[in-house]
């Protein structure tokens, strides 16, 4: 315990003066599938697989939160409900409410829905929290220290925390979206794309930009997949990389964007616009 103890003690030192800080990486702490649950119609429950990937047992905590989404896709944890904001968190019913995953491990939550009589028609949306508890399997800290002529590396074993969307659809609702404009910033080879919803539900999908050069064919030039923009927002804003492979000249060249449903239901597109360069 002590050598614990003057180990934190020593952190903000050995922070200076190490030549590497390296965090195991988030994406491969907790699996989880699906990635958003939505009850409509007479659906009433789901269920979501958890998947622990590493070589570590680890324990998480399961809550529900409030989010809201800032219109460049930011997420904002908010405590009290603002104009529009619908939340699902006292419909919601889940189990287990903490589990222990060992290395390997997968383990089925099952989420339900319990509605109100009187619950006015809508969408409500609330986020399941997948928090991985502080002290059960985190992982301690470890250092090890090299030859003088080598730098001290220190290795530190985050928290992981992952949220999905809960989605509850009451009554009948629709949603229209259109892609308001697009812009693009040739010195930083990015297109900004503007997405705009309307009507009483939210609209998830996967945006996909294509481009035809002048006299020739047109190719796939990037994707965003999962984009989503939640009720009550009207719009969303995405910044995407067009990565022009060496030698193509992009003056005078066509790009069309769709934003379409996801495979999954169809790959319909649902809205297009196009810019040609200059």
Known sequence: MKTVLALLALLPALFLHSGSVSA??????LILHPTRVVFEGDTRSAQLELINPSTEAA?????????????????VEILEQGA?????????????????????ASQVVRVMVRKPADLPA????????????????????????QPAHQAMQIELIPLVSI???????????AAKVVIGGLSYARNARTLTVLVERTGTESVY????????????????????????????????????????RP???PTGGRIEVHFQQRPEAGAKSLAAAYITLK
């Open 24 to 29: 195991a990486p988030a994406g491969g702490q």
């Open 59 to 75: 324990t998480y905590r399961l809550r529900t939160v409030n989010r809201h989404m800032g219109e460049r896709g930011e997420m």
């Open 84 to 104: 529009g904001d619908k939340f699902a968190d006292s419909m919601l019913v889940y189990s287990p409410r903490q589990v222990t995953l060992g290395p390997g």
């Open 122 to 145: 809508g969408e409500y949306r609330s986020h399941l929290l997948f928090e991985r508890i502080a002290g059960a399997v985190a992982g301690p800290i470890r250092v090890s220290t």
């Open 163 to 173: 949220s999905i969307p809960v989605i509850v659809r009451q009554g009948p609702t």
């Open 205 to 244: 999908g996967d945006v996909r930009v294509h481009f035809q050069p002048v006299g020739g064919q047109m190719i796939e030039l990037a994707a965003q997949n999962g984009v989503a923009i939640y009720t009550p927002n009207a719009k969303r804003y995405l910044a995407i990389p067009l990565p022009f």
């Open 247 to 249: 030698g193509l000249d």
